[in-house]
Nanobody, 125 residues
Framework: DVQLVESGGGSVQPGGSLRLSCVAS????????MAWFRQVPGLGREGVAT???????NYAESVQGRFSISKDKAKNTLYLQMNSLKPEDTAMYYC????????????????????WGQGTQVTVS
C-alpha cells in the first residue's frame, strides 16, 4: 500500500524556519509528480509547491522566494524548507503524490493528486 508519512511541523515565531519531510513507502519518487499543499479549516486546499520527477519546481505566489521543495530519491523523501515564516502560513500541510509524470502544477490547482499524507500542523505566531 502507498503511504506518505509527514513530519517536521510545529510552532514557530514569525520569521522562523521549519523543514517538513515526507517519507514514501509503496511508492518511489522517480518521474512522478510530488507536491505540498496546505489547508486552513473552512477553506480549500492550496497548492504550495510542486516537483516533477524531471523538471523545475513551481511555487504558489504567496511562498515564492521563501519556500523550497526538494527530494532525496535514495531516501524516497520529499522536503519543504520554509523560511521567513509568516502568520498567514499557519495551516495543516499535506504531502501528495500522483502517478502522472506531467502537468504536476496544473493538477495541483484542483488538488488532483492520488495519494496524500496525514498532514502536519504548522503554526506561526
Amino acid at each position: 500500500d502507498v503511504q506518505l508519512v509527514e513530519s517536521g511541523g510545529g510552532s514557530v515565531q514569525p520569521g522562523g524556519s521549519l523543514r517538513l519531510s515526507c517519507v514514501a513507502s509503496g511508492y518511489r519518487y522517480v518521474n512522478s509528480c510530488m507536491a505540498w499543499f496546505r489547508q486552513v479549516p473552512g477553506l480549500g486546499r492550496e497548492g504550495v509547491a510542486t516537483l516533477p520527477g524531471n523538471g523545475r519546481p513551481n511555487y504558489a505566489e504567496s511562498v515564492q522566494g521563501r519556500f523550497s521543495i526538494s527530494k532525496d530519491k535514495a531516501k524516497n523523501t520529499l522536503y519543504l524548507q520554509m523560511n521567513s515564516l509568516k502568520p498567514e502560513d499557519t495551516a495543516m500541510y499535506y504531502c501528495a503524490a500522483d502517478e502522472r509524470t506531467y502537468d504536476c502544477y496544473s493538477a495541483s490547482l484542483s488538488g488532483g493528486y492520488k495519494y496524500w499524507g496525514q498532514g502536519t500542523q504548522v503554526t506561526v505566531s
